[in-house]
T-cell receptor, first 113, second 115 residues
Framework: AQSVTQPDIHITVSEGASLELRCNYS??????LFWYVQSPGQGLQLLLK??????LVQGIKGFEAEFKRSQSSFNLRKPSVHWSDAAEYFC???????????FGTGTRLQVTL | EAEVAQSPRYKITEKSQAVAFWCDPI?????LYWYRQILGQGPELLVQ????????DSQLPKDRFSAERLKGVDSTLKIQPAELGDSAMYLC?????????????FGPGTRLTVL
């Protein structure tokens, strides 16, 4: 069965610094990959998704992610973090057989001013 | 901007009591999902509806949980009786169809605390 691992439970960065959140997946073929953000008291919002093609994916709010098949990774990046980016970030995978998503355990991002 | 509505936002109940959560998806969305998110974990799909039909309830604890979407619009998730381990955030999401190419839009969730 497919699975997603987010090794970092909590990350703290300074405002203006760059960010990289790690995501590793386990699946035999090419999965469909997603990043969601969950702000306090709100539901999940889709940041970006990868289905095929260009391995560097651009999303909303200045985020991007790169699919690396050799490393089974789909890391999320942002060149300059804003205080409003403080939230919990979830990586998710779908193996294409249905619309069911399998989520990682999340990474909580704290931004210091 | 259309949103997924959920109520109540917070619910505190005692174990063995019955609780119910309501979800109103974005208008026109045929697919509706209920997820459970335990503190410190990612959301886990409980049940997926396509219109009024259940297409996946493999992770739904059917001895105590039930879900319905009678007219293919809004949906209710019920727990009876509630147990301490049911304390979690219950998220509803909808999409225009069951295809993974269609984005799932999430509601704000209902946070359940079972005492």
């Amino acid at each position: 069965a497919q699975s997603v691992t987010q090794p970092d439970i909590h990350i703290t960065v300074s405002e203006g610094a760059s960010l990289e959140l790690r995501c590793n997946y386990s699946y035999g073929a090419t999965p469909y990959l997603f990043w969601y953000v969950q702000s306090p008291g709100q539901g999940l919002q889709l940041l970006l998704k990868y289905f095929s093609g260009d391995t560097l994916v651009q999303g909303i709010k200045g985020f991007e992610a790169e699919f690396k098949r050799s490393q089974s990774s789909f890391n999320l990046r942002k060149p300059s973090v804003h205080w409003s980016d403080a939230a919990e970030y979830f990586c998710a995978v779908n193996t294409g057989t249905a619309s069911k998503l399998t989520f990682g355990t999340g990474t909580r991002l704290q931004v210091t001013l | 901007e259309a949103e997924v509505a959920q109520s109540p936002r917070y619910k505190i109940t005692e174990k063995s009591q019955a609780v119910a959560f309501w979800c109103d998806p974005i208008s026109g969305h045929a697919t509706l999902y209920w997820y459970r998110q335990i503190l410190g974990q990612g959301p886990e799909l409980l049940v997926q509806f396509q219109d009024e039909s259940v297409v996946d309830d493999s992770q739904l604890p059917k001895d105590r949980f039930s879900a319905e979407r009678l007219k293919g619009v809004d949906s209710t998730l019920k727990i009876q009786p509630a147990e301490l381990g049911d304390s979690a955030m219950y998220l509803c999401a909808s999409s225009s169809s069951g295809s993974l190419y269609n984005e799932q839009f999430f509601g704000p969730g209902t946070r359940l605390t079972v005492l």
